[in-house]
Structures are given as structure tokens and as C-alpha cells.
């Protein structure tokens, strides 16, 4: 069976910890899209581990971790990830990586940064990590897949001259750096040929039959559904497809056999970049929610950027489940709300003076109005619960309030940063 656990919102929902723990019962598990513009924090026995590239099953000896062919992959990062896991202690995990998944070059994390740059207070919030000129180059037929670098060095070469002759243009023209060479972009593929050999393989034909064996198979989101450049807010995206159905164009499956897709949705809202954030707080009210937040505050897992902060965005999230096919949701860091005497929540939006429940385009998404309910807090701390039932009335009251205004049962409670705090319903 193959299962997905994706974002419902802007990214930074605690999928990593969700993954984590459904990744015990899986043989494979599966990063489908994007890079290492975002990251996924893992509290295990090990330590903590903020992984961009890896998938978030490497904890685990008995599971086959795969990155897919819809990744952008940084060999940089994916060398520099796998050596933190060896100096920290975790054995040597099983590895596989799509001969057709595509590398992010120098170039590309260059673009990024002097595009950013020469866009200045009007620039998209961009990690800076390559990918928006990573997935243009893919869909313009201009990237290098990993199959190529296995191509005859003079095939290899003809095709780097065509993509320079490009890229020189806007090195020459509009950032005023020096020109990109052959020579240079060649020795870097065979450097990354060098670093990726021992992981390199066809994965499709691997997945196929491990679907036809009835492998447990664990598909990984990365960012969220409001982050996709089709239903998100765009342009205020991620440029690669953030939903549970792009698995399995992004790991080479059958679409019919995603039979389950769990959605995690985030107890308050928080963000990193640009964009509409109609829920958003400011001041000391969002200080205190983001130093309380997370696993040790509310700042970016790629970047350490502070979060931009929010209460749960119900229309927002009520979406974002319908976007990705949702039959289940993960509410996680639940426990952070614990100091609050009432909690607010965003249960619809203002638009012109009319109260809607359906999230709208982002022209107009930028006129909304938040239209807040408060909830009564439980005032304790409800780490190391269990049991559904030990829960406060009122937590309890809160769970089941968001459970209906999504429509999307909530069958999993994550009550704090570590593994074993969660709990089933």
C-alpha cells in the first residue's frame, strides 16, 4: 500500500515528525519533490537532525530511503547530510536515487541569490537554495539528469555549450559576473557523477515491483499545499507541485495506488517567505507564540529565519486537505497553545464586506480579513498524554472543533516535539 503525508498549509506543519513515526511500519520511503529550500526537523534517540535532502526515513535500518526523480537534488547537501548522520551516530542507511532525478548546479543557487537581489523589496522571499532556476531549467529540457552524466564526454560537452550560451546572457548582460565555461560545469558533473555512483539506480523499475510484492510504501511532501504553483498562492510559491497527487508522477507510481493521504495540519499557522497570511499576528503577541512554538522556537529549518506567525487558519487548512486529497489529518504542536486562556481561531473570512468560507485566488486573497472565534484554553501542559480520553475537556473541545470545520477526520495528535508524543485516535 502506498501512503502520502503532506502539508495542508504553508510548509513547517511538523511532517518530518510524522513521517518518522509512520515510516516504522513502511519499507520505503520516498522524497517526491523539491530540494533543500525547506527542511524537516527529526527528534529521535540519535538527537535532532534538520534534514533537506535525505528522506525522513533513514532512522530506520529496515526501510529503503529513495529520492525520487521530481527532487531537486544538491549533491552538496545530500554529501554534507549523509556525513552529519555518520559523525552523529546513526548507521549507515539504505540509500537509492532515481537515475532520472535532475541536479541543482552552482549556477542555479547563483541565479537564485543575484535574481533575489536585483529584485530587492519586491523579490519572492527565495531561500536562496536554486530552485525556481532549477525547475525552469528542467521544463525549458535545459537541466542534467543523473542518466547524463553517464553519456560519451563529447555529447555531455555539446550539450553544456548549448545551456552556457544561455545562462552567459544573463551572467553578461543582466548580473555583471563573469561567464560561466565548459571546462567548469564538465569537472563539477564528474564530480557529482563520483559522489552519487554508489546510490544511483533505476528506481521505477524498483517501486514497480515493490508495489506488486505489496511493499508498504510512504510517500514525503515537503513544503505544503498553499506553497503549490497551481492551487497555492501564487506567485508566493515553491516551484514544484507541493501535492499528495504529484507523488506519483514524482517517484514513477501508479496514481490509483496512493490508497491513503495524510494531511498535517499545524494547531496555530506559521510561515517562512512571502505571501498572503490572512491569520497572521504581529508584535509581542507573535514573539510569544513563536518562541514558544515548534521544538525550540519558531525560525526556518533551512534558512533560521523567524516564522511568520498566525493562529489556525480553518478556511485556509479546510483547503489545503481538499487540495490534497486528504482521509486523515495529523494536528501537530499542539501543546504549544497550553499557556493561552482563549484561543483564537480563523473560521472565515471578510471579503469586501462579506463573510466566505471557500479560500479564494490570491487577487483576491490579499483583501481578506480574518474572521476570528475564540476557544477556551486548558492552561497545562498536555505532554506525555496517551490516551485521547486523558486529554483536557477543552483541548479535546478544540481538536474536534477544527476536525468539523475541516471535514477531514484528525486521527493522529501530536502533543510535542518527540517521537513517542503522539497520540491515535
Given at each position: 500500500?502506498?501512503?502520502?503525508?503532506?502539508g495542508?498549509n504553508?510548509?513547517?506543519?511538523?511532517k518530518g515528525?510524522?513521517?518518522?513515526?509512520?515510516?516504522?511500519?513502511?519499507?520505503?520511503?520516498?522524497?517526491?519533490?523539491?530540494?533543500?529550500?525547506?527542511?524537516h526537523t527529526?527528534i529521535?534517540n540519535?538527537?535532532?537532525?534538520a534534514l533537506?535532502q535525505?528522506?525522513?526515513?533513514?532512522?530506520?535500518?529496515?526501510?529503503?530511503n529513495?529520492?525520487?526523480n521530481?527532487?531537486?537534488?544538491?549533491?552538496?547537501n545530500?554529501?554534507?547530510?549523509?556525513?552529519?548522520?555518520?559523525?552523529?551516530?546513526?548507521?549507515?542507511p539504505?540509500?537509492?536515487?532515481?537515475?532520472?532525478t535532475q541536479?541543482?548546479?552552482?549556477?542555479?543557487?547563483?541565479?537564485?541569490?543575484?535574481?533575489?537581489?536585483?529584485l530587492?523589496?519586491?523579490?519572492?522571499?527565495?531561500?536562496k537554495s536554486?530552485?525556481?532556476p532549477f525547475?525552469?531549467?528542467?521544463?525549458?529540457?535545459?537541466?542534467?539528469?543523473i542518466s547524463e552524466l553517464y553519456?560519451?564526454?563529447?555529447?555531455?560537452?555539446?550539450k553544456?555549450d548549448?545551456?552556457i550560451?544561455?545562462?552567459?546572457?544573463?551572467?553578461?548582460?543582466?548580473y555583471?559576473?563573469p561567464?560561466?565555461?565548459?571546462?567548469?560545469?564538465?569537472?563539477k558533473?564528474?564530480?557529482?557523477k563520483?559522489l552519487?555512483?554508489?546510490?544511483?539506480?533505476?528506481?521505477?523499475?524498483?517501486l514497480?515491483?515493490?508495489?506488486k510484492e505489496?511493499?508498504?510504501?510512504?510517500?514525503e511532501g515537503?513544503?505544503?499545499a498553499?506553497?503549490?504553483?497551481?492551487f497555492?498562492?501564487?506567485?508566493?510559491?515553491t516551484?514544484s507541485s507541493?501535492?499528495?497527487?504529484?507523488?506519483?508522477?514524482g517517484?514513477?507510481?501508479?496514481?490509483?495506488?496512493?490508497k491513503?493521504i495524510?494531511a498535517?495540519?499545524?494547531a496555530?499557522?506559521?510561515?517562512?517567505?512571502?505571501?498572503e497570511?490572512?491569520?497572521?499576528?504581529?508584535?509581542?503577541?507573535?514573539?510569544?507564540?513563536?518562541?514558544?512554538?515548534?521544538?525550540?522556537?519558531?525560525?526556518?529549518?533551512?534558512t533560521g529565519?523567524?516564522?511568520?506567525?498566525g493562529?489556525?487558519?480553518?478556511?485556509?487548512?479546510?483547503?489545503?486537505?481538499q487540495?490534497?486529497?486528504a482521509?486523515?489529518?495529523?494536528?501537530?504542536?499542539?501543546?504549544?497553545?497550553?499557556y493561552?486562556?482563549?484561543?483564537?481561531?480563523?473560521?472565515?473570512?471578510?471579503?469586501n464586506?462579506?463573510?466566505?468560507d471557500?479560500?479564494?485566488?490570491?487577487v483576491q486573497?490579499?483583501h481578506?480579513k480574518?474572521?476570528?472565534?475564540?476557544l477556551?484554553?486548558w492552561?497545562?501542559?498536555i505532554?506525555?498524554?496517551?490516551?485521547?480520553?486523558?486529554?483536557p475537556e477543552?483541548t479535546?473541545?478544540?481538536?474536534e472543533f477544527?476536525?468539523?470545520?475541516?471535514?477531514?477526520?484528525i486521527?493522529i495528535?501530536?502533543?510535542?516535539p518527540?517521537?513517542?508524543d503522539?497520540i491515535?485516535r
Open positions: 500500500m502506498i501512503k502520502a503525508i503532506v495542508a504553508w510548509g513547517d506543519e511538523g515528525k510524522i513521517t518518522d513515526v509512520e515510516a516504522a511500519q513502511s519499507d520505503i520511503v520516498i522524497r517526491f519533490q523539491g530540494g533543500s529550500n525547506a527542511g527529526i529521535n540519535y538527537g535532532k537532525f533537506h535525505l528522506p525522513s526515513g533513514v532512522f530506520y535500518s529496515h526501510i529503503t529513495i529520492i525520487g521530481g527532487v531537486a537534488l544538491s549533491v552538496e545530500f554529501v554534507k547530510e549523509m556525513k552529519s548522520l555518520e559523525e552523529r551516530g546513526v548507521p549507515k539504505n540509500i537509492v536515487i532515481s537515475d532520472r541536479l541543482v548546479m552552482p549556477y542555479h543557487i547563483q541565479l537564485d541569490t543575484f535574481e533575489e537581489a536585483r530587492s523589496a519586491h523579490s519572492f522571499g527565495s531561500t536554486g530552485i525556481a525547475y525552469s531549467d528542467k521544463f525549458a529540457k535545459i537541466g542534467f539528469q553519456d560519451d564526454e563529447a555529447a555531455l560537452k555539446e553544456i548549448h545551456v550560451t544561455l545562462k552567459n546572457v544573463l551572467y553578461e548582460n543582466l555583471h559576473q561567464k560561466l565555461t565548459v571546462d567548469e560545469v564538465y569537472n558533473l564528474m564530480e557529482y563520483k552519487l555512483e554508489p546510490y544511483v539506480a533505476n528506481t521505477f523499475t524498483l514497480h515491483n515493490a508495489v505489496g511493499k508498504n510504501i510512504l510517500l515537503q513544503l505544503g498553499l506553497k503549490d504553483p497551481d497555492g498562492i501564487y506567485p508566493m510559491v516551484s507541493t501535492l499528495a497527487g504529484y507523488g506519483a508522477i517517484a514513477g507510481l501508479p496514481p490509483y495506488e496512493i491513503e495524510i498535517v495540519v499545524k496555530y499557522s506559521s510561515a517562512v517567505g512571502a505571501g497570511f490572512v491569520s497572521e499576528i504581529f508584535g509581542d503577541e507573535a514573539d510569544e507564540l513563536r518562541r514558544r512554538g515548534g521544538d525550540g522556537g519558531e525560525f526556518g529549518a533551512t529565519r523567524p516564522r511568520r506567525m493562529w489556525l487558519d480553518l478556511v485556509a487548512s479546510r483547503y489545503g486537505c487540495a490534497q486529497g482521509t486523515s489529518v495529523a494536528l501537530t504542536v499542539l501543546d504549544v497553545l497550553g493561552l486562556d482563549e484561543i483564537p481561531v480563523c473560521v472565515a473570512y471578510e471579503l464586506g462579506k463573510r466566505i471557500s479560500f479564494p485566488s490570491t486573497l490579499k481578506c480574518p474572521v476570528i472565534e475564540k477556551p484554553g492552561k497545562c501542559d505532554r506525555g498524554i496517551k490516551n485521547y480520553a486523558d486529554l477543552n479535546r473541545r478544540y481538536i477544527a476536525e468539523k470545520a475541516i471535514g477531514v477526520p486521527r495528535v501530536s502533543n510535542g518527540s517521537r513517542e503522539i491515535y
